[in-house]
Every structure is written in structure tokens, then in C-alpha cells.
């Protein structure tokens, strides 16, 4: 324990150092600045992970870190907030996940279950056959993910472009074929701002701020300006009626994970100084007008979904505050998203803040496409992707903050939802529904299978067929890849014969 104390002393005077390197360099060379505070980020991200090994602490880095010295530091967390176990109180399985909900918009889902909008293939036949397989097995609604609104929003070049009617034959099949089988199908509408790939678009990213530095690329965005913002938020409602004409029963706007809406709502990527930047007031002003005008061009009798992050996942001294992310679900509620979609973590920063679980590093390295960004992977991937203790529904303690503070639309818990068990326990608690990724890659019919229990009046905490996904990760390293199939590893294993326990 003194070598830890020693080892904390000297890391916080290189912090200091950089601090006064970053204030010092602020105004006349900002992106040197930049690289100062990115530094900064690094070493917090890089001595909490240290500690974290060191010390054996299985907690979270953003949840619970008490038990370890450098929580004064680095952990992102609340004393308020209620970090207790979220379960189910019956010792029956109630089935409320299965009943349905109705949205302000007018739309009803046939249950509490959404598949979250994850990775589903770079081409729609693989899409199509994904969202496919997961609308027969049961879900209310799936989400297909990541559909860029401006070629300037993309991160790789296979990726769903929103851009013009060109795209519409796609869509509808896509469409149809979900609601064949018994679904909804919403969308997800997205710009990537900073980390944007710009060989894919042949220019500078746009971003709040242009003295930000972009891990995701090694270099530097340009600042939007008004006529950046008017371009962008003209394509988010072009994207959205686009969604509408192609048979979309929802858009999902993305305000979360470190997009360029999220990059507004972020202090550590808006360091904007007019009427965009500086206090939450300020920063949600784009994120809204962008809100503003989907809502408009839709009508309110389209469902719009909005995502947004309870945590960024970042170092308390650069994350989100909880009063800031409680006014910025108040501010979207009164602005007219029909539900909230809670969700945390930044892409470009702390990629697994959002999953939690193992890290395939070796496998994202080689699925990596460039040599520089293998090398940045395998150098400093340790501490910007470290592997995390999995527990379930690891957002609850912001989530129930933000549950009590809107009252007057649906609010869906999302991150470590993974068993039947926790869906209900959160239904108990007041969220409307729940959205799942991973659980519902594993096994397809999860919802299904629920159903066929209560069918049979089977009051088990069994199901049967599939089993539980193990949080092993190694189906996101398609998102690095999009020529590799999406698929769950395990799976390939299953057989007639497997039990799993998904409730305990």
C-alpha cells in the first residue's frame, strides 16, 4: 500500500504538470493544448486501471470504486445514486415483460423487450437476415444501428446512408421483412462528428469544437460553424422522413456514446465559448434544435426514440455531472421524444464503458484495418478498453436518477440487461421496457422462449435450447471489421439438450 500511496503521488504531479502545460498553451497553441489533455485523459484512465489490477477491486471504474485511492480521482459516480442489486421481488416470474405498451405517438409494442441497436452486418442481405431472425423470435421492436445522416458522419464506408431516396429499395425490404415476421423496426440516426472516418468522406470532420483531439483517427476536427449546424440538422430531418417513407415504425436519435450529439452535451468535447458551449443550457441547444425539427417534419404520431448517455464513462473531472445529465433528460422529455433510451460510454475514449465484460484485444488489433491504429491499439488499448468485471444492468444507479426526474414518458433501461430476472425487477421499478444487444445476438428467440414458459404455465427459472451470453465480447470485433460475419461464437455450440439458468 505505501508503493501504491508513492506510485499516486508521482503520477498526480505529471498530472499537474500537464494540467499546467494544457492552461498554458491553451490560447496561443490549442491543439498542442489538446494533446496535453488528452494526455491527462490517458494517465487517469491508465493509473486507475493499475490501481484497479493492483489492489484485485472488481467494482466498476464509473460505479463503485471505494476501495481503492485513486477514487477521489477518477471515479465518475454519485454518493446519491442507488447502486443496489436490481431483481425481481417475486420468486414467480410475473411475465409484466410480456405485456404490451403503448407510446404517447400512438404506437404499441407487443412487449417490454427492444433489440438495441447494435452491429448487424455491412450489407443489407446480412441485415435483413439479422433484424429478420430476431423480429421471429419475439422482441417487440429491433433497432438497426449506426445510419449516418451526412456522408461526413460516417465511420466506414459500408455504413447506412440516409442521404437521398436512392437507398429507399433497401429500406423497405428491410422493412417488410421485420414486419413479416411480426415487428416493429426503428432506426437509428447518427453522426459521428469528431471520430468520423474522413477517407470514407475525403474531408475535415466537423465537431462542436476544433481543439479537441480525435484518438479514433490522430487527428483534428474543424469547429462547426452556423452553416455546418444548419447543413447537419437539415440531413438528421432529411434522414428521418427518409426512415418514415421507407416503412421505419421509429427513428432512434442518437445523443449518446461520444456521436457529435453527444459531443455537444459532453464538457470534455465542447469547449465551445458562444451560445453552444460552456454550461448544459448551452450545450443542449444543437441536440434540441435537431430534436426540434425531426419532431416537426414527423409529426407526433411518428415515434421518436431519443438515446442519450447517464454517464460518458470518462474521469469524474471530464465526464458529464449527474445534474447535467438529469437537465438533459428533462430538456429532451419536454422537446418531445416519445421515450429515453439510457445508455453510457464514449466510442472514441471508453468504447467498453458501454458493454462491461472480456476484451478481445488481440482480435481487435488484427481486425484493426490500419497498421498506425494496431500499434495505438496494442500500446495503449489497456487502459482505453479494459476489461471489466461484467454485472448486470450496470447503469442503474444513474438510470433510477433519471427515471425519477421525467415523469411524463416512457423511460428504457439499457446496458447489462441479460436475463429475465432484471428485466422484470426493472419493470417493478418503473421503466417502461428494456432494450438488449448481446443477450439477444446470443439467442434470437430469448423473447420466444419466455413466452412458450408462460405457456406452459412453467414457473422455472429455466430455458431451454440456448445458452447464456457469456459477455466474452468477441462479437464486437465485427464493428472494427465490417467484412467479418456478425455472428455469436458460441452459439455454434448450442444443441437440443442445453439448460441455461437466464434468471439467476
Given at each position: 500500500?505505501?508503493?501504491l500511496r508513492c506510485?499516486e503521488?508521482i503520477w498526480?504531479g505529471?498530472?499537474i504538470a500537464?494540467g499546467?502545460?494544457?492552461?498554458?498553451t491553451?490560447?496561443?497553441?490549442?491543439r498542442?493544448?489538446?494533446?496535453f489533455?488528452e494526455?491527462?485523459?490517458f494517465?487517469?484512465?491508465?493509473?486507475n486501471e493499475?490501481?484497479r489490477?493492483a489492489l484485485?477491486?472488481r467494482e466498476?471504474?464509473?460505479e463503485?470504486?471505494?476501495?481503492t485511492?485513486?477514487?477521489?480521482?477518477?471515479a465518475?459516480?454519485?454518493?446519491c445514486l442507488d447502486?443496489?442489486?436490481?431483481?425481481?421481488?417475486s420468486?414467480a416470474p410475473?411475465f409484466?415483460?410480456?405485456?404490451?405498451?403503448?407510446?404517447?405517438?400512438g404506437q404499441v409494442f407487443r412487449?417490454?423487450?427492444?433489440r438495441?441497436?447494435?452491429?448487424?452486418?455491412a450489407d443489407?442481405?446480412?441485415?435483413?437476415?439479422?433484424h429478420?431472425?430476431?423480429?421471429r423470435?419475439?422482441?417487440?421492436?429491433t433497432?438497426?444501428?449506426?445510419?449516418a445522416?451526412s456522408k461526413?458522419?460516417?465511420?466506414?464506408?459500408?455504413q447506412i446512408?440516409l442521404?437521398?431516396?436512392?437507398?429507399?429499395?433497401?429500406?423497405?425490404?428491410?422493412?417488410?421483412?421485420v414486419h413479416?415476421?411480426?415487428a416493429?423496426?426503428c432506426?437509428?440516426l447518427?453522426?459521428?462528428?469528431?471520430?468520423a472516418?474522413?477517407?470514407?468522406?475525403g474531408k475535415q470532420?466537423v465537431a462542436?469544437s476544433?481543439?479537441?483531439f480525435?484518438?479514433a483517427?490522430f487527428?483534428w476536427?474543424r469547429?462547426?460553424?452556423?452553416?455546418d449546424m444548419l447543413?447537419?440538422?437539415?440531413?438528421?430531418?432529411?434522414a428521418?422522413?427518409?426512415?418514415k417513407?421507407?416503412?421505419f415504425?421509429a427513428v432512434?436519435?442518437?445523443?449518446?456514446h461520444g456521436?457529435?450529439l453527444?459531443?455537444?452535451?459532453?464538457?470534455?468535447?465542447?469547449t465551445?465559448?458562444?451560445?453552444?458551449g460552456?454550461?448544459i443550457?448551452n450545450?443542449?441547444?444543437f441536440?434540441?434544435?435537431?430534436l426540434?425539427?425531426?419532431?416537426?417534419?414527423v409529426?407526433t404520431?411518428?415515434t421518436?426514440?431519443?438515446k442519450?448517455?447517464?454517464?460518458?464513462?470518462?474521469p469524474?473531472?471530464?465526464?458529464?455531472s449527474?445534474?447535467d445529465?438529469?437537465e438533459t433528460a428533462?430538456?429532451?422529455?419536454?422537446h418531445g421524444?416519445?421515450?429515453l433510451?439510457?445508455s453510457?460510454?464514449?466510442v472514441?475514449?471508453?468504447?467498453f464503458?458501454?458493454?462491461?465484460g472480456?476484451?478481445p484485444?488481440?482480435?481487435?488489433?488484427?481486425?484493426?484495418p490500419?497498421w498506425p491504429?494496431?500499434?495505438?491499439?496494442?500500446?495503449?488499448g489497456?487502459a482505453?478498453v479494459p476489461?471489466?468485471p461484467y454485472r448486470?444492468?450496470?447503469f442503474r444507479?444513474y438510470?433510477?436518477?433519471v427515471?425519477k426526474?421525467v415523469t411524463s414518458?416512457p423511460?428504457c433501461?439499457l446496458g447489462?440487461?441479460?436475463?429475465?430476472?432484471?428485466i422484470?425487477?426493472?419493470l417493478?421499478?418503473?421503466?417502461a421496457f428494456?432494450q438488449?444487444?448481446?443477450?439477444?445476438?446470443?439467442?434470437p428467440?430469448?423473447?420466444?422462449?419466455m413466452?412458450e414458459?408462460r405457456d406452459?404455465n412453467d414457473t422455472s427459472t429455466q430455458?431451454h435450447?440456448?445458452k447464456?451470453c457469456?459477455?466474452?465480447?468477441a462479437?464486437?470485433?465485427?464493428?472494427?471489421?465490417?467484412?467479418?460475419?456478425?455472428?455469436?461464437v458460441?452459439r455454434?455450440?448450442d444443441?437440443?439438450?442445453?439448460?441455461?439458468?437466464l434468471?439467476?
Amino acid at each position: 500500500m505505501v508503493l501504491l500511496r508513492c506510485f499516486e503521488i508521482i503520477w498526480s504531479g505529471v498530472l499537474i504538470a500537464l494540467g499546467a502545460c494544457w492552461k498554458l498553451t491553451r490560447k496561443d497553441c490549442p491543439r498542442l493544448s489538446s494533446l496535453f489533455r488528452e494526455a491527462g485523459l490517458f494517465l487517469l484512465l491508465a493509473f486507475n486501471e493499475v490501481l484497479r489490477l493492483a489492489l484485485g477491486c472488481r467494482e466498476t471504474w464509473f460505479e463503485n470504486l471505494d476501495a481503492t485511492p485513486s477514487s477521489a480521482i477518477t471515479a465518475s459516480t454519485d454518493t446519491c445514486l442507488d447502486w443496489s442489486p436490481m431483481g425481481s421481488s417475486s420468486t414467480a416470474p410475473s411475465f409484466q415483460c410480456l405485456t404490451p405498451l403503448a407510446l404517447r405517438s400512438g404506437q404499441v409494442f407487443r412487449n417490454r423487450v427492444i433489440r438495441a441497436a447494435a452491429f448487424a452486418g455491412a450489407d443489407f442481405e446480412s441485415l435483413i437476415a439479422t433484424h429478420r431472425e430476431v423480429a421471429r423470435g419475439g422482441v417487440a421492436m429491433t433497432t438497426v444501428a449506426y445510419a449516418a445522416v451526412s456522408k461526413d458522419g460516417q465511420t466506414f464506408p459500408a455504413q447506412i446512408l440516409l442521404e437521398d431516396s436512392s437507398i429507399l429499395f433497401d429500406l423497405r425490404r428491410l422493412t417488410s421483412a421485420v414486419h413479416a415476421a411480426g415487428a416493429a423496426i426503428c432506426i437509428q440516426l447518427t453522426h459521428a462528428g469528431a471520430f468520423a472516418d474522413r477517407t470514407v468522406s475525403g474531408k475535415q470532420q466537423v465537431a462542436p469544437s476544433g481543439d479537441v483531439f480525435n484518438p479514433a483517427g490522430f487527428d483534428w476536427p474543424r469547429a462547426m460553424k452556423a452553416e455546418d449546424m444548419l447543413r447537419v440538422e437539415t440531413a438528421f430531418v432529411n434522414a428521418a422522413l427518409l426512415a418514415k417513407a421507407a416503412g421505419f415504425d421509429a427513428v432512434e436519435l442518437h445523443c449518446g456514446h461520444g456521436y457529435l450529439l453527444s459531443q455537444f452535451l459532453c464538457p470534455f468535447t465542447n469547449t465551445r465559448t458562444d451560445e453552444y458551449g460552456g454550461s448544459i443550457t448551452n450545450r443542449l441547444r444543437f441536440p434540441l434544435r435537431v430534436l426540434d425539427s425531426i419532431r416537426s417534419a414527423v409529426g407526433t404520431d411518428f415515434t421518436v426514440l431519443v438515446k442519450m448517455n447517464v454517464t460518458d464513462a470518462l474521469p469524474r473531472m471530464f465526464d458529464t455531472s449527474l445534474p447535467d445529465v438529469l437537465e438533459t433528460a428533462r430538456a429532451l422529455e419536454t422537446h418531445g421524444a416519445d421515450a429515453l433510451v439510457l445508455s453510457g460510454g464514449t466510442v472514441s475514449r471508453s468504447g467498453f464503458g458501454m458493454l462491461l465484460g472480456d476484451v478481445p484485444l488481440w482480435d481487435m488489433v488484427q481486425a484493426t484495418p490500419s497498421w498506425p491504429k494496431k500499434a495505438a491499439l496494442l500500446c495503449f488499448g489497456w487502459a482505453y478498453v479494459p476489461s471489466t468485471p461484467y454485472r448486470e444492468a450496470f447503469f442503474r444507479g444513474y438510470a433510477r436518477a433519471v427515471l425519477k426526474a421525467v415523469t411524463s414518458i416512457p423511460v428504457c433501461l439499457l446496458g447489462g440487461v441479460s436475463n429475465r430476472s432484471t428485466i422484470e425487477g426493472a419493470l417493478e421499478e418503473g421503466f417502461a421496457f428494456v432494450q438488449m444487444a448481446r443477450a439477444l445476438i446470443r439467442n434470437p428467440n430469448f423473447v420466444q422462449e419466455m413466452m412458450e414458459q408462460r405457456d406452459a404455465n412453467d414457473t422455472s427459472t429455466q430455458q431451454h435450447r440456448r445458452k447464456h451470453c457469456t459477455h466474452c465480447n468477441a462479437c464486437v470485433v465485427a464493428t472494427l471489421d465490417p467484412s467479418r460475419p456478425m455472428r455469436c461464437v458460441e452459439r455454434v455450440h448450442d444443441s437440443v439438450g442445453d439448460v441455461e439458468d437466464l434468471v439467476n
